[in-house]
């Protein structure tokens, strides 16, 4: 779809992990991190290849070893979604935000109050609230990709419902667009 659409193709599944306030105050908004055990795409990464290293991964999740490829996600729009069963039918949620910077020492403080070893993203989403997020938190996994603008985002965002919709998926989309207004 990403592909029809010329939008990046990349996309990951990450682990919705927790959020915060931004310690340094860079940003007044809530903060999600996005972790994923393994690896993200190089090009989701601030600086792509050059921008990513690797490290042993934990024995208490991978007790055979393996290594990761980690880096920090680059700012831009994106669209999320999680994908669950409910009462027998499958569902999803659908959502729009962005990722961002922060600075440094606000990125290592939460690698080490997560998995250190594993790649990162700064996320805001778009009218979802933390305690809304958390309600519906049927998956503990969210896919993400990146659209080249908000426009270009949302159109996305309603090409995956309206596909996911005629496959027999029970869609919800959550939260609004990053001006404001209601999806």
């Given at each position: 779809?990403?592909?029809?659409?010329?939008?990046?193709?990349?996309?990951?599944?990450?682990?919705?992990r927790w959020g915060d306030f931004d310690k340094t105050g860079s940003t007044k908004d809530y903060v999600w991190v996005f972790l994923i055990s393994g690896a993200a795409p190089a090009d989701h990464h601030e600086g792509g290849w050059?921008?990513?290293?690797?490290?042993?991964?934990?024995?208490?999740?991978?007790?055979?070893g393996g290594g990761t490829l980690r880096g920090i996600a680059k700012p831009g729009e994106i669209i999320w979604s999680r994908v669950f069963v409910e009462n027998g039918k499958l569902k999803m949620d659908l959502g729009r935000g962005k990722a961002i910077s922060l600075p440094a020492e606000e990125t290592e403080r939460r690698w080490k109050e997560t998995t250190y070893q594993w790649p990162i993203m700064h996320a805001v989403t778009y009218g979802v609230s933390r305690d809304q997020m958390m309600a519906r938190h049927k998956s503990n996994h969210i896919q993400l990709a990146?659209?080249?603008?908000?426009?270009?985002?949302?159109?996305?965002?309603?090409?995956?419902?309206a596909l996911a919709a005629e496959l027999g998926i029970e869609v919800k989309l959550c939260g609004t667009k990053a001006n404001g207004s209601a999806f």
């Open positions: 779809m990403h592909k029809a659409l010329n939008q990046p193709v990349a996309n990951t599944l990450h682990d919705l050059a921008g990513s290293d690797s490290h042993r991964q934990p024995g208490m999740y991978f007790r055979l990146y659209a080249n603008s908000a426009k270009e985002a949302d159109l996305a965002l309603y090409t995956k419902a």
